[in-house]
């Protein structure tokens, strides 16, 4: 039995690990896609959620078939259930990623105008915390998954500048106030994305230490 769970296990492990890889390159296109304006980009990004949704229901159902069919115990049913719920928080960074990409679309029935907020500092921030995330699942790094936790404070302080920065903008030009409205529902896409690397990075925690520190900041 225990061969078994270790061969599907690490079944899960790789779905995971490909399912990680796609929502990376899918949050990557679509902050491309916002700093160059480029709407084909933002169509791929759009296209992509499907594909990803199809990659997350399946990995939850292998992962209830283990459940079902292993009864798993131990460490082995907490990496299970890290798996599962690591694989919506992946789900989610998609969909905002996708969100993001929409936002693109929108933008271009206005005219253009400058970012009203420091969004290559916010979303490379972000992007570390995502990419540090899956590097901590990968390793089984503990530090660096409390790295991940602890910088969620910094995104989230940068977030609500911006709140400030569009109300500024948006009294100076009232003109504008759609475009700038998009941006600062940009601004808090990237936020929630940092919430789920968040997520992720205390997932990995729960999976090494056992314990939940999630909603203990």
């Known amino acids: ?3 078994h769970i270790a061969r599907e296990n ?3 492990k790789c779905r995971l690990l490909t399912l990680s890889a796609d929502v990376e390159d899918a949050y990557l296109m679509a902050v491309r ?3 160059t304006g480029d709407t084909e980009l933002a169509a791929k990004v759009a296209s992509s959620d499907d594909r990803i949704n199809r990659q997350e229901v399946d990995l939850e159902e292998e992962c209830l078939k283990v459940l079902a069919l292993h009864q798993p115990v131990a460490n082995d049913l907490r990496f299970v259930v890290s798996v599962l719920k690591m694989n919506n928080d992946l789900e989610r960074i998609a969909d905002l990623a996708a969100n993001i990409a929409e936002r693109v679309l929108d933008l271009k029935k206005y005219p253009p105008i400058t970012i009203p907020f420091d969004f290559v500092h916010m979303s490379e921030k972000v992007y570390a915390m995502v990419k540090k995330s ?3 699942l ?3 790094d503990l530090d660096l998954a409390h790295e991940v936790i602890s910088l969620d404070d910094e995104v989230d302080k940068i977030h609500h500048g911006t709140y ?3 109300i500024e903008q948006i009294r100076k030009n009232p003109d504008n106030s759609e475009a700038l409205i998009i941006y600062l529902v940009v ?3 990237l936020e929630r994305i940092a919430d789920q690397a968040t997520n992720i990075a205390e997932d990995v925690h729960y999976l090494i230490v056992g314990d939940v520190v999630r909603h203990q900041n």
């Open 134 to 136: 899956l590097d901590c």
């Open 10 to 12: 690490e079944k899960l």
């Open 187 to 189: 601004s808090r896409y």
């Open 164 to 166: 400030g920065l569009v």
């Open 33 to 35: 896609a916002l700093e």
């Open 1 to 3: 039995m225990t061969r």
């Open 138 to 140: 990968v390793n089984l």
